[in-house]
């Protein structure tokens, strides 16, 4: 008998919850058709739209400091890297091996040590200030349904004492609910219109708080790892001294915001264009002594681009020789293997010489060799080309010859040129030497 008692009180709340979702849902159509009225509070709407942003800000606030955190770990990890590079290349009877092994463990420690006080004293409790949102957000949504009953309730009595006949035990029961109705919203009001203008007015002392004791760890972390930054100068510079004869010169290399090119290209990372591989065309081995093949080095900003200016037709003795006789005359004054001068006279302004006849080749307008980036290239400046390593570029003459700066050359990446068909977005000026000829 207790077990089906306990079913009827069970099924009884079931159906009083369902009963109460639909009076809210019929009186939420009915306020939103016009035909009944609601009871409005600006000021709490107000409150409740600050709870929100100040959700929304310490939810992204929250987000950024775990991101910060997880940079901070990374580098962590970098720099044990490094510094277990340092401790396998320092042999072991080179002076200072035992400082600088003591270095590493004291910078790993540092690390630890900073990234752990920063979830101590920030990450955690940016957690608790975050923690006490939920609760109050349920609060409000609560309050939003007990308005709607409070509303629901107040129609009701007042239809029941405007109706025609009465009913006075109706109205007492109606007027009972009404009470109940707005006691319950009510006290659910008042405790929200105190703890949403005080919540709002937290975020200052909190944000001040957490943005102070970052500040101040990152401070502290830094001051001790100049330190030890410092002491692991020191320990160079003594090695150093002992082998001095055995010194290593930096050269500067161009900065990647450098804010002008000038007339001289960037140097590649190796920095020396004539390191730039060569491409091999027949792939047989160069004979001793024979020069190196014009198409499979970057030339020099100094050096002329004779190859180049025959392959276009842009040289003094292109006008006055057939394609044919360009290729003899270059193969019999160079140490080019046929192939390669074939391969160059083959494409003449953007066309394919064959036994069938000319067949006009996929290319932009006045092509006239391509070259392939042999180094990554950072881009400083808009009309740059950005590159990789391995992208082929078609170089096209510039518009003016004069705008050419020495060592610069004019092209558009061949994946763009197969894609957008668009010279005009798509071409850019890149660094000679950062690539080499392939045709």
Known sequence: MAEMGSKGVTAGKIASNVQKKLTRAQEKVLQKLGKADETKDEQFEQCVQNFNKQLTEGTRLQKDLRTYLASVKAMHEASKKLNECLQEVYEPDWPGRDEANKIAENNDLLWVDYHQKLVDQALLTMDTYLG?????????????????????????YESLQTAKKKDEAKIAKAEEELIKAQKVFEEMNVDLQEELPSLWNSRVGFYVNTFQSIAGLEENFHKEMSKLNQNLSDVLVSLEKQHGSNTFTIKAQPSDNAPAKGNKSPSPPDGSPAATPEIRVNHEPEPAGAATPGAALPKSPSQPAEASEVACGTHPAAGAQEPGETAASEAASSSLPA???????????GTVEGGSGAGRLDLPPGFMFKVQAQHDYTATD???????????VLVIPFQNPEEQDEGWLMGVKESDWILHKELEKCRGVFPENFTARVQ
């Not at 808009?382 to 082929?392: C, F, I, S």
């Open 382 to 392: 808009t009309d740059e080309l950005q590159l990789k390593a391995g992208d082929v």
């Open 132 to 156: 006490q949102f939920p609760d109050i957000k349920s609060r409000i949504a609560k309050r939003g349904r007990k308005l709607v009953d409070f509303d629901s309730a107040r129609h009701h």
């Open 339 to 349: 192939v390669v001068v074939e391969t160059f006279s083959a494409t003449v302004n």
